[in-house]
C-alpha cells in the first residue's frame, strides 16, 4: 500500500473528535417521559416514526469513524498493492539478431529486471533498437505486465544504427534530462558517447560463429539449384557439415573446411518442387544457422496482342516473345499490347505528326523499365505525346509514359524507327515483361534478408493479411504495388486473401554483421550526468472508490438517524 | 414499578362518601337502582293497555274502572348498575412513584366507593397484559397492578374484551397518548350511562424541569429524543400540553363525561376532597 498524498491522513483527527463528540453526548442525562410526541417540533414529528427504535448512536459514531476513515484515505491516495514512489524507467533494448547469442536475451531480461528493481520502477518503457525502433512494451506500462511483455521478446532485427531508438526513448522519457538504460551485446556505439544522460551496459560474450552469409535458389524444370555462402567468424579454421532436407528428397550433407575468417560457397542441386532447409551445426548464434528456401520459379506471363497493332509492330513482338523465357501468346493475357488509345497495357505506336530523334534522351533513372535501356545511335520516331507521367524523352516530345494505373505508352513507330534492330529493344521489352510479371498478385520475391522491405501486389476488392509462423497477423493495408516495412522477424510469411493462403515467402536471417560475434563483450557505461534521476512518477488517476464509500455510509448514517419515515397511523 | 396499596388511606378516603350517578335508568343485576328494563319494583314506570299474556297481577283495577278499558301499570325494574373502572397500565403511569400510586388509590378509591354503594364493581388494567377482575378480587388486582405496557392505551384497549353496557365506567389515565381525543372518548362513552375521566398526571408532565440538555426516551416505546431543554423549549412543551388536555377536555364535553385531573404531587385524601369531589356526593 502506498499514499499518494501523506498529508491527506490529517483527516483522522476528525476521529478522536468524533469519539470526544459520542461521549459528550453520552453525558446527556436521560430521562423518562409520558409522552415524547409533546416534546417534538412539528418537523420532528413528521419524521420520527413512534415505534422504531430507529436512531444508535453507536452504529452513528461507527459509520462517522468509518466515513472518516475512507475519506482519509481518499485524500491521501492510498494506493493498495503498490509501493511508493512509482518511477518511470525507459530501456532501450538492442534487438538485433546477435543478441540471441549464448543466451545474451536471457541476460538482457535480467537486467531489465534488476533495473526496474534497482530503480524503483513503478511503469516501464521498452524500447527495442531496429531500422525503425519500436516499442516493446508500453509506453508507461506497469511493471509488471511490461516484464511480462518482455518474456516473448526475441530480437531478430539485422545490424542497425542505434540513434532512432534513442531519440524515441529521450521523447518517450518525458524531458531530456532523465536517465536513460540501454542494453546491448556489442561494442558501445558511436552515438552513445553524444547522449550523456543513457547508461549503457553489454550482456554479450565474445564468440566464434559459422553463418549463413547468402543464400539462393533457382528452380528450373522441377530442379532446385540452392547456393549457399558460409562464413567463419572466429580465428581458426573450421570443418563444417552443411546438411540440406529438401521436401520430398533424399537429406544430403557436405563438408565444408572454412579457414580462418573466411568464406565458402555451396552449391548443391535437388529434384524437388518444395521447400529446402539448409542447416549448419549448432554453435553460439543458432539463427543464423538454419534458414529455408522456398521454391522460386520464374512465374509465366501470358501476352496478347490487340488485332489492330500495326503488322510490323506486331512481328517485331512475335520475334521477341519467341525466344523470351517464361512468356507465352495466350488469352487472357496479363500483358496485352495494343496501339495508342486501344486500353492496352503496353500501348505501342504514334500518332499525329511523327518526328524522328537521334538524342538526346532524356530517362527518368531507376524506373524499372528502362533498366539496362541503351538509346545511343538509334532513331526513335515517335508522334504526339502520350498521357501520363515522362519516363522518358527527346526534347518537348515524350517517348516513354507510364499512367497511375500503370499503363505504359510507347511512343514509337517502329517502320520508320531503328529501335526494334537495336540491343534496346529486347531490353525494353524483357524490362515490360518484367513489370508485368512483377504486377501479379502475391510476393514478387520468395526470399527477402532481414531487414529488407517487403514488396507484394495485393489486388483491390480482397482481404489480404500476413501472418507468421508464430501466429503473428500482420494486415496488408492498401492495394496494388506495395512496399510494406520489414518484417519483424525471420521466418515463413504467408501471405492470405480473405482468410485463405495466397503465397509465401521467408525472411532470411542473413546479416554477417550480427553473425560476426568476436566484437562481442561486456561493458558497462555510466550515465555522464548521474545526477539526473529516472523519470517521475506517473500520475495515475486518483481512485475514487472512497469517495463512494464515504457517500454511501454518510448516506446510511443520515438514514439512521435522521431520515424522514412514514407516520405509523393508528388504525 | 411496583408500590404498596393502602387500603386504609384508600378507606379514609371513602369515608362519608358516596358515588355519584348519572340519573339515567340503568342495568346491571337485581338491586336497588332504578333500571331501564321493566321489572316488578314498586316504582310506577307507565301505564299501558292489556293485551293477551300479560300477567293479570299487573292490571289497575281503578284504572278499569274509571275507563272500563283494562289497563296495566308497568313498573321498573330495580338494579344493581355495573362500574366499570378501566386503568391505563402501560408504562408512562409509572414514570415517577407518586404517579402510579396515586392512579392505583384512585382506581382502589372508586371500587371502594362503588362497593359501599351497593354497585357491582369490575376493573379493566390494559398493561403489557389485560386483565380483568370484579367482586372481591379487585382488590387483589389492583394490589398487584403492574404499569408494563408498552404500548399507548388506546391500542392497549383494543386487546381488550368488548366494553359492556354499564351504568358508570371510569377511565383512569393520564391521557398522554396521541390518538385522536374524541373518537376515542365516544368509544369509551359507548354503552355506558356514565363516563369519568380521570386524568393522573405527573409533576413532571406538567411542569418538566429544564437548564440542560437530556436524552428524551419515551416510557412506553423507548424512542429517543434529544433536546435541549431551554426555557423556550419548555414553553413550547406547556402550550402543546395545555392544548392535549384541552382537547380531551373538550372531548369529555361532548360525550357528556365527567374530566377530573388528579396531581400525583396531591395525596388521594385531599384529591377526593377536591379534584375528585365531582365523582361522589356527600352520603
Same mark, same amino acid.
Given at each position: 500500500?502506498?499514499?499518494?498524498?501523506?498529508?491527506?491522513?490529517?483527516?483522522?483527527?476528525?476521529?478522536?473528535?468524533?469519539?470526544?463528540?459520542?461521549?459528550?453526548?453520552?453525558?446527556?442525562?436521560?430521562?423518562?417521559?409520558?409522552?415524547?410526541?409533546?416534546?417534538?417540533?412539528?418537523?420532528?414529528?413528521?419524521?420520527?416514526?413512534?415505534?422504531?427504535?430507529?436512531?444508535?448512536?453507536?452504529?452513528?459514531?461507527?459509520?462517522?469513524?468509518?466515513?472518516?476513515?475512507?475519506?482519509?484515505?481518499?485524500?491521501?491516495?492510498?494506493?493498495?498493492?503498490?509501493?511508493?514512489?512509482? @518511477?518511470?524507467?525507459?530501456?532501450?533494448?538492442?534487438?538485433?539478431?546477435?543478441?540471441?547469442?549464448?543466451?545474451?536475451?536471457?541476460?538482457?531480461?535480467?537486467?531489465?529486471?534488476?533495473?526496474?528493481?534497482?530503480?524503483?520502477?513503478?511503469?516501464?518503457?521498452?524500447?527495442?533498437?531496429?531500422?525503425?525502433?519500436?516499442?516493446?512494451?508500453?509506453?508507461?506500462?506497469?511493471?509488471?505486465?511490461?516484464?511480462?511483455?518482455?518474456?516473448?521478446?526475441?530480437?531478430?532485427?539485422? &545490424?542497425?544504427?542505434? &540513434?532512432?531508438?534513442?531519440?524515441?526513448?529521450?521523447?518517450?522519457?518525458?524531458?531530456?534530462?532523465?536517465?536513460?538504460?540501454?542494453?546491448?551485446?556489442?561494442?558501445?556505439?558511436?552515438?552513445?558517447?553524444?547522449?550523456?544522460?543513457?547508461?549503457?551496459?553489454?550482456?554479450? /560474450?565474445?564468440?566464434?560463429?559459422?553463418?549463413?552469409?547468402?543464400?539462393?535458389?533457382?528452380?528450373?524444370?522441377?530442379?532446385?539449384?540452392?547456393?549457399?555462402?558460409?562464413?567463419?567468424?572466429?580465428?581458426? /579454421? %573450421?570443418?563444417?557439415?552443411?546438411?540440406?532436407?529438401?521436401?520430398?528428397?533424399?537429406?544430403?550433407?557436405?563438408?565444408?573446411?572454412?579457414?580462418?575468417?573466411?568464406?565458402?560457397?555451396?552449391?548443391?542441386?535437388?529434384?524437388?518442387?518444395?521447400?529446402?532447409?539448409? +542447416?549448419?551445426?549448432?554453435?553460439?548464434?543458432?539463427?543464423?544457422?538454419?534458414?529455408?528456401?522456398?521454391?522460386?520459379?520464374?512465374?509465366?506471363?501470358?501476352?496478347?496482342?490487340?488485332?489492330?497493332?500495326? !503488322?510490323?509492330?506486331?512481328?517485331?513482338?512475335?520475334?521477341?516473345?519467341?525466344?523470351?523465357?517464361?512468356?507465352?501468346?495466350?488469352?487472357?493475357?496479363?500483358?496485352?499490347?495494343?496501339?495508342?488509345?486501344?486500353?492496352?497495357?503496353?500501348?505501342?505506336?504514334?500518332?499525329?505528326?511523327? %518526328?524522328?530523334?537521334?538524342?538526346?534522351?532524356?530517362?527518368?533513372?531507376?524506373?524499372?523499365?528502362?533498366?539496362?535501356?541503351?538509346?545511343?545511335?538509334?532513331? =526513335?520516331?515517335?508522334?504526339?505525346?502520350?498521357?501520363?507521367?515522362?519516363?522518358?524523352?527527346?526534347?518537348?516530345?515524350?517517348?516513354?509514359? /507510364?499512367?497511375?494505373?500503370?499503363?505504359?505508352?510507347?511512343?514509337?513507330?517502329?517502320?520508320?524507327?531503328?529501335?526494334?534492330?537495336?540491343?534496346?529493344?529486347?531490353?525494353?521489352?524483357?524490362?515490360?515483361?518484367?513489370?508485368?510479371?512483377?504486377?501479379?498478385?502475391?510476393?514478387?520475391?520468395?526470399?527477402?534478408?532481414?531487414?529488407?522491405?517487403?514488396?507484394?501486389?495485393?489486388?483491390?476488392?480482397?482481404?489480404?493479411?500476413?501472418?507468421?509462423?508464430?501466429?503473428?497477423?500482420?494486415?496488408?493495408?492498401?492495394?496494388?504495388?506495395?512496399?510494406?516495412?520489414?518484417?519483424?522477424?525471420?521466418?515463413?510469411?504467408?501471405?492470405?486473401?480473405?482468410?485463405?493462403?495466397?503465397?509465401?515467402?521467408?525472411?532470411?536471417?542473413?546479416?554477417? *554483421?550480427?553473425?560476426?560475434? *568476436?566484437?562481442?563483450?561486456?561493458?558497462?557505461?555510466?550515465?555522464?550526468?548521474?545526477?539526473?534521476?529516472?523519470?517521475? &512518477?506517473?500520475?495515475?488517476?486518483?481512485?475514487?472508490?472512497?469517495?463512494?464509500?464515504?457517500?454511501?455510509? $454518510?448516506?446510511?448514517?443520515? =438514514?439512521?438517524?435522521?431520515?424522514?419515515?412514514?407516520?405509523?397511523?393508528?388504525? | 414499578?411496583?408500590?404498596?396499596?393502602?387500603?386504609?388511606? $384508600?378507606?379514609?378516603?371513602?369515608?362519608?362518601?358516596?358515588?355519584?350517578?348519572?340519573?339515567?335508568?340503568?342495568?346491571?343485576?337485581?338491586?336497588?337502582?332504578?333500571?331501564?328494563?321493566?321489572?316488578?319494583?314498586?316504582?310506577?314506570?307507565?301505564?299501558?293497555?292489556?293485551? #293477551?299474556?300479560?300477567?293479570?297481577?299487573?292490571?289497575?283495577?281503578?284504572?278499569?274502572?274509571?275507563?272500563?278499558?283494562?289497563?296495566?301499570?308497568?313498573?321498573?325494574?330495580?338494579?344493581?348498575?355495573?362500574?366499570?373502572?378501566?386503568?391505563?397500565?402501560?408504562?408512562?403511569?409509572?414514570?415517577?412513584?407518586? %404517579?402510579?400510586?396515586?392512579?392505583?388509590?384512585?382506581?382502589?378509591?372508586?371500587?371502594?366507593?362503588?362497593?359501599?354503594?351497593?354497585?357491582?364493581?369490575?376493573?379493566?388494567?390494559?398493561?403489557?397484559? $389485560?386483565? %380483568?377482575?370484579?367482586?372481591?378480587?379487585?382488590?387483589?388486582?389492583?394490589?398487584?397492578?403492574?404499569?408494563?405496557?408498552?404500548?399507548?392505551?388506546?391500542?392497549?384497549?383494543?386487546?381488550?374484551?368488548?366494553?359492556?353496557?354499564?351504568?358508570?365506567?371510569?377511565?383512569?389515565?393520564?391521557?398522554?397518548?396521541?390518538? #385522536?381525543?374524541?373518537?376515542?372518548?365516544?368509544?369509551?362513552?359507548?354503552?355506558?350511562?356514565?363516563?369519568?375521566?380521570?386524568?393522573?398526571?405527573? +409533576?413532571?408532565?406538567?411542569?418538566?424541569?429544564?437548564?440542560?440538555?437530556?436524552?428524551?426516551?419515551?416510557? /412506553?416505546?423507548?424512542?429517543?429524543?434529544?433536546?435541549?431543554?431551554?426555557?423556550?423549549?419548555?414553553? @413550547?412543551?406547556?402550550?402543546?400540553?395545555? !392544548?392535549?388536555?384541552?382537547?380531551?377536555?373538550?372531548?369529555?364535553?361532548?360525550?357528556?363525561?365527567?374530566?377530573? @385531573?388528579?396531581?400525583?404531587?396531591?395525596?388521594?385524601?385531599?384529591?377526593?376532597?377536591?379534584?375528585?369531589?365531582?365523582?361522589?356526593?356527600?352520603?
Amino acid at each position: 500500500m502506498m499514499l499518494g498524498a501523506p498529508l491527506g491522513l490529517l483527516a483522522l483527527l476528525a476521529v478522536p473528535a468524533l469519539v470526544a463528540a459520542y461521549f459528550l453526548r453520552r453525558r446527556q442525562p436521560p430521562r423518562t417521559v409520558s409522552a415524547l410526541f409533546l416534546w417534538r417540533t412539528p418537523d420532528q414529528r413528521a419524521e420520527a416514526g413512534p415505534r422504531l427504535h430507529r436512531f444508535s448512536r453507536e452504529r452513528s459514531l461507527l459509520l462517522e469513524v468509518l466515513a472518516v476513515l475512507f475519506a482519509a484515505f481518499f485524500l491521501s491516495d492510498v494506493r493498495c498493492g503498490q509501493t511508493a514512489p512509482r @518511477q518511470h524507467v525507459v530501456i532501450i533494448l538492442d534487438g538485433s539478431l546477435s543478441m540471441n547469442a549464448a543466451d545474451a536475451v536471457d541476460r538482457a531480461k535480467t537486467e531489465v529486471a534488476r533495473i526496474a528493481r534497482a530503480e524503483n520502477a513503478g511503469v516501464l518503457t521498452l524500447i527495442e533498437t531496429g531500422v525503425r525502433p519500436s516499442l516493446l512494451a508500453g509506453p508507461q506500462l506497469e511493471r509488471d505486465r511490461a516484464l511480462a511483455t518482455l518474456e516473448r521478446w526475441r530480437p531478430a532485427q539485422p &545490424a542497425h544504427d542505434f &540513434a532512432p531508438a534513442f531519440t524515441l526513448a529521450r521523447e518517450l522519457s518525458g524531458s531530456a534530462e532523465h536517465r536513460l538504460f540501454f542494453i546491448t551485446d556489442g561494442p558501445p556505439p558511436e552515438s552513445l558517447a553524444l547522449l550523456p544522460t543513457i547508461e549503457g551496459r553489454s550482456v554479450g /560474450e565474445a564468440l566464434g560463429n559459422v553463418a549463413f552469409l547468402s543464400a539462393q535458389r533457382r528452380d528450373e524444370g522441377g530442379r532446385a539449384q540452392v547456393t549457399v555462402r558460409v562464413g567463419n567468424f572466429s580465428d581458426t /579454421e %573450421k570443418k563444417v557439415s552443411v546438411r540440406f532436407t529438401p521436401t520430398g528428397a533424399a537429406v544430403q550433407t557436405r563438408e565444408l573446411t572454412l579457414p580462418a575468417s573466411g568464406t565458402a560457397v555451396l552449391r548443391v542441386g535437388f529434384d524437388t518442387t518444395g521447400a529446402i532447409v539448409a +542447416a549448419l551445426p549448432d554453435d553460439a548464434l543458432r539463427d543464423d544457422g538454419e534458414l529455408a528456401l522456398l521454391p522460386s520459379p520464374l512465374a509465366d506471363v501470358t501476352v496478347s496482342m490487340t488485332s489492330d497493332l500495326d !503488322a510490323q509492330a506486331q512481328a517485331a513482338l512475335r520475334r521477341f516473345f519467341a525466344i523470351a523465357p517464361g512468356v507465352k501468346l495466350a488469352a487472357p493475357a496479363t500483358l496485352t499490347i495494343g496501339p495508342p488509345k486501344s486500353g492496352a497495357r503496353f500501348q505501342l505506336g504514334a500518332t499525329g505528326t511523327l %518526328k524522328s530523334f537521334v538524342g538526346p534522351f532524356f530517362s527518368q533513372k531507376g524506373h524499372a523499365l528502362l533498366d539496362d535501356v541503351q538509346l545511343g545511335g538509334v532513331v =526513335w520516331t515517335a508522334g504526339e505525346n502520350p498521357p501520363g507521367r515522362v519516363l522518358m524523352s527527346a526534347g518537348d516530345v515524350v517517348l516513354l509514359s /507510364e499512367e497511375d494505373d500503370g499503363t505504359l505508352h510507347a511512343n514509337l513507330d517502329l517502320g520508320r524507327s531503328s529501335v526494334q534492330r537495336t540491343v534496346a529493344w529486347p531490353v525494353l521489352l524483357s524490362n515490360v515483361v518484367r513489370l508485368a510479371r512483377l504486377s501479379s498478385p502475391g510476393f514478387p520475391r520468395k526470399h527477402l534478408m532481414l531487414g529488407e522491405d517487403t514488396p507484394l501486389v495485393a489486388l483491390a476488392g480482397s482481404k489480404w493479411e500476413l501472418r507468421g509462423a508464430d501466429g503473428e497477423a500482420r494486415p496488408v493495408m492498401g492495394s496494388g504495388v506495395l512496399m510494406l516495412p520489414p518484417l519483424p522477424r525471420a521466418g515463413t510469411w504467408a501471405l492470405e486473401k480473405d482468410g485463405e493462403p495466397f503465397d509465401a515467402l521467408v525472411v532470411l536471417p542473413l546479416d554477417p *554483421r550480427e553473425s560476426d560475434l *568476436r566484437t562481442r563483450g561486456p561493458w558497462e557505461l555510466a550515465a555522464q550526468k548521474p545526477q539526473a534521476f529516472a523519470s517521475f &512518477a506517473t500520475t495515475h488517476p486518483r481512485p475514487w472508490w472512497p469517495l463512494l464509500v464515504v457517500l454511501l455510509l $454518510v448516506l446510511l448514517d443520515f =438514514w439512521l438517524t435522521a431520515a424522514p419515515r412514514k407516520k405509523d397511523v393508528p388504525a | 414499578m411496583t408500590v404498596r396499596l393502602d387500603f386504609g388511606l $384508600v378507606e379514609r378516603a371513602a369515608t362519608g362518601c358516596a358515588l355519584r350517578l348519572p340519573r339515567g335508568p340503568h342495568r346491571g343485576k337485581l338491586g336497588e337502582v332504578r333500571a331501564s328494563s321493566v321489572g316488578s319494583s314498586l316504582e310506577l314506570h307507565d301505564f299501558r293497555q292489556y293485551s #293477551p299474556g300479560d300477567d293479570l297481577r299487573h292490571i289497575d283495577w281503578n284504572a278499569v274502572a274509571r275507563t272500563g278499558e283494562l289497563y296495566l301499570r308497568v313498573r321498573q325494574d330495580e338494579v344493581s348498575p355495573r362500574v366499570e373502572v378501566l386503568v391505563d397500565a402501560s408504562a408512562s403511569m409509572a414514570i415517577s412513584e407518586e %404517579k402510579a400510586a396515586r392512579a392505583r388509590e384512585v382506581a382502589a378509591w372508586v371500587v371502594t366507593l362503588a362497593r359501599r354503594g351497593g354497585l357491582d364493581p369490575s376493573v379493566i388494567s390494559t398493561g403489557s397484559t $389485560v386483565r %380483568k377482575a370484579g367482586g372481591p378480587s379487585t382488590r387483589a388486582m389492583l394490589e398487584a397492578l403492574e404499569f408494563d405496557g408498552r404500548t399507548p392505551f388506546d391500542e392497549a384497549l383494543r386487546r381488550a374484551p368488548p366494553l359492556l353496557p354499564c351504568g358508570l365506567r371510569v377511565v383512569i389515565s393520564d391521557f398522554l397518548f396521541e390518538a #385522536p381525543p374524541q373518537p376515542f372518548a365516544e368509544r369509551l362513552a359507548r354503552g355506558a350511562a356514565g363516563l369519568v375521566l380521570v386524568q393522573v398526571l405527573d +409533576a413532571e408532565d406538567v411542569n418538566p424541569s429544564g437548564g440542560a440538555g437530556a436524552r428524551l426516551t419515551d416510557a /412506553e416505546t423507548g424512542e429517543v429524543l434529544e433536546r435541549v431543554l431551554t426555557p423556550g423549549v419548555l414553553e @413550547q412543551y406547556e402550550a402543546r400540553f395545555n !392544548a392535549h388536555v384541552g382537547l380531551w377536555q373538550a372531548a369529555a364535553r361532548r360525550v357528556r363525561g365527567t374530566w377530573a @385531573q388528579a396531581s400525583a404531587e396531591q395525596s388521594l385524601d385531599a384529591l377526593a376532597r377536591r379534584e375528585l369531589s365531582s365523582l361522589v356526593e356527600l352520603a
